[in-house]
T-cell receptor, first 113, second 113 residues
């Protein structure tokens, strides 16, 4: 049973554009929602994370929007750059991130110059 | 400050063999989690170790076992390897068991022939 559904599977944007990746979860006990960035041959790197007491968190060009009632959250990458080309994973867990992370299937982002 | 380190980087085994993967957590971290990432998929939780005990376990068979040492480093053992065990095995470390982020290592790429 997949508990975190991620879309789209792949995304192509032009340099300077906005990349938007969406995730939906089922388990209402989740209380921590991170986004990871993974380059080929590397492990996932934590990009930004949110807890359900806020509806939005911004760090630089990256913003998480969180809708608790809809059980959805999304990643927005503003002014997308070719260096942002990577696979992005949303995830969810209990206990603020210390419990097991349940990952989405990933979105391969390509930013064209 | 060294991050999470894993060894070896790559490994090739044949069906039926046994394999041991190793992980050293980030300095100051005492909790280690293992994930399996099949090609094109998100990481899947195998188990988590804290205070040298298995604290949580995902939906993996008993062929997958682990250990945590007093210095917090950890091993993942897989017996009777199957072709389907070919994957990137990721180790993540965190501090304690509540409200702390997990940081991933670069992974060990296991190929089973």
């Amino acid at each position: 049973q997949q508990q975190v559904k991620q879309s789209p599977q792949s995304l192509i944007v032009q340099k300077g554009g906005i990349s938007i990746i969406n995730c939906a979860y089922e388990n209402t006990a989740f209380d921590y929602f991170p986004w990871y960035q993974q380059f080929p041959g590397k492990g996932p790197a934590l990009l930004i994370a949110i807890r359900p007491d806020v509806s939005e968190k911004k760090e630089g060009r990256f913003t998480i929007s969180f809708n608790k009632s809809a059980k959805q959250f999304s990643l927005h990458i503003m002014d997308s750059q070719p260096g942002d080309s990577a696979t992005y994973f949303c995830a969810a867990s209990n206990e603020g991130g210390s419990e097991k992370l349940v990952f989405g299937k990933g979105t391969k982002l390509t930013v064209n110059p | 400050d060294a991050g999470v380190t894993q060894s070896p980087t790559h490994l090739i085994k044949t069906r039926g063999q046994q394999v041991t993967l190793r992980c050293s957590p980030k300095s100051g971290h005492d909790t280690v989690s293992w994930y399996q990432q099949a090609l094109g998929q998100g990481p899947q939780f195998i188990f988590q170790y804290y205070e040298e005990e298995e604290r949580q376990r995902g939906n993996f068979p008993d062929r997958f076992s682990g250990h945590q040492f007093p210095n917090y480093s950890s091993e993942l053992n897989v017996n009777a390897l199957l072709l389907g065990d070919s994957a990137l095995y990721l180790c993540a470390s965190s501090f304690g068991t509540s409200y702390n982020e997990q940081f991933f290592g670069p992974g060990t790429r296991l190929t089973v022939l």
